[in-house]
């Protein structure tokens, strides 16, 4: 497989993501700090069209099967064949669009510090029963929830900017449901801003009663295994932090074997003594949920410990 080309320690790295306009603004955050620990890398952006991006027809939780990609990430496949016929060195990807386990031909070398975690409704119309659009179960699980039956969901799906422009056009939606990292990178991060002339407010999510997706907020950078160059070059912008909570992150979702299609949300948190406590919620169907929590220092150990526990209480 071919390494990055490297001309008197100047590198040219070609990276591998996403054509969203939050995508490229991730690439554009991985590119910034690759640049800033390697002086002199050179980087050269590839597009690559995922089954996710283009069976927008469809929920989401559906891809796979109507694509034929398996069980694997719906947003990674593309760009993971890419990475491994050597098209590419290296690719950007959002965290939580990566299944728990990586094929064995694959490294997660570096994620960059995590944004902020919770999800976010973007409000169009202010109401007591409002009309939720939203593409994920875990999302429409939790809306019930939450509202305590008195919110509906109706489904959409697209980028940031395809989502907030049918809220603004589809008269039957009052608010959407999106990731407040993606907002804050997209430069949305104030508590209202308007979209084709309309005023749209932003109400965060206590994300102890509305836990956002495992991996949410953590950008990661992807090489070949056996690329040792392109893993030494990626993992200087390694921040050890979050990737030792999202990697309890993934080895639950690794062990639930959980894809997008499974209900299920949470986060660990590093505590004040450096143990950690990773927080679940866990859907069986839409109005029954398993709430639980465990604390401990290893990343695997406490996942796992959290896994023995949710297989106890159903």
């Given amino acids: 497989m071919p390494n990055p080309v490297i001309i008197y320690g100047m590198s040219i790295l070609r990276i591998g993501t996403r054509g969203s306009e939050l995508a490229l603004a991730q690439t554009h955050q991985a590119i910034a700090a690759l ?17 996710g991006d283009q069976r ?14 398996g069980d694997k ?22 965290l939580k669009d990566m299944p728990g386990v990586l094929d064995s031909r694959f490294s997660l070398a570096a994620v960059l510090p995590r944004e902020e975690i919770q999800d976010v409704l973007v409000i169009k119309t202010e109401t007591d029963a409002p009309v939720i659009a939203t593409g994920s179960v875990r999302r429409a699980h939790m809306v019930h929830t939450y509202w305590q039956g008195a919110a509906r969901t109706i489904p959409v799906r697209g980028n940031v900017a395809t989502r907030l422009r049918k809220l603004v056009e589809n008269p039957e939606m009052t608010a959407t449901l999106l990731a407040r990292a993606g907002l804050n990178r997209l430069g949305y991060n104030r508590d209202s801003f ?23 907020g953590a950008i990661a950078l992807e090489c070949r295994r056996d690329d040792h160059a392109t893993e030494a070059l990626l993992s200087c912008v390694n921040h050890e932090p979050t990737f030792r909570c999202i990697s309890c992150e993934r080895e639950f979702l690794n062990l639930l074997q959980a894809d997008c299609s499974v209900p299920v949300g949470g986060y660990a948190e590093i505590n004040t003594d450096g143990s950690l406590t990773l927080h679940v919620v866990h859907y069986s169907d839409a109005t029954h949920f398993t709430r639980l929590q465990e604390t401990g220092h290893s990343p695997q150990e406490v996942a796992q410990a959290l896994h023995r526990k949710l297989l106890a209480s159903v």
């Fill in 35 to 51: 640049q800033a620990a390697n002086p002199g890398l050179m980087c050269e952006i590839q597009i690559i069209s995922t089954a």
């Fill in 56 to 69: 927008t027809d469809i929920p989401l939780h559906q891809v796979n099967a109507a694509t034929g990609t």
């Fill in 73 to 94: 990430g719906v947003f990674i496949a593309s760009i993971e064949e890419a990475l491994a016929a050597g098209e590419i060195d290296c690719a950007v990807h959002s």
């Fill in 194 to 216: 308007e979209v084709n002339g309309t005023p749209l407010c932003v109400q965060g999510l206590p994300v102890e009663e509305f836990p956002p997706a495992l991996g949410q």
